[in-house]
């Protein structure tokens, strides 16, 4: 196997040359490393000062008031008895485990609504901070209007 290395037994790689200041040229003494002022700031290049355009992207993505990965589900209006609150039917097709066969699974979620989605009504929802004790949804836009 391996065995470990004494620290007074030689080693393959050779060994950095030690450098004191005395026998130090001129040249090395005056580089930008020594003579910068601990407080200065480092001389600033066009990359620097130009965000990139990813990182433009990004910034107007956030001041427009999109998010990032949050999550959004498209599902049906089934109440809208509350005030400026709708409960959203979002029904997904599972497979069933033993049967193989397809099953619809549905999940209600309580989403805020500032657009008046009424009922029947497919919207699309996006995940958002707590709003209430069950309400943790936004509705994003009305896809499609029920029809009367």
């Known amino acids: 196997m391996f065995r470990r290395k004494k620290k007074d037994e030689p080693t393959d790689a050779p060994a950095a040359p030690e450098v004191s200041a005395e026998a130090a040229p001129a040249s090395e003494i005056a580089s930008a490393e020594w003579s910068a002022p601990v407080d200065a700031a480092p001389p600033a290049t066009e990359a620097a000062a130009a965000p990139t355009d990813s990182a433009n992207e990004s910034k107007v993505a956030v001041a427009k008031g999109r998010s990032g990965n949050r999550v959004q589900k498209v599902g049906t209006v089934s109440s809208d008895k509350m005030q400026k609150t709708v409960v959203v039917r979002v029904d997904r097709q599972v497979r069933h485990p033993k049967y193989r066969r397809y ?3 549905t999940s209600k979620f309580m989403a805020h609504d500032d ?7 497919r919207v699309r929802i996006i995940e958002t901070r707590p709003l ?17």
């Open 103 to 105: 099953v619809r699974r």
């Open 132 to 148: 209430s004790a069950k309400k943790r949804w936004r509705v994003v836009e009305i896809v499609q209007k029920a029809a009367k």
């Open 115 to 121: 657009l008046g989605a009424t009922i029947g009504d």
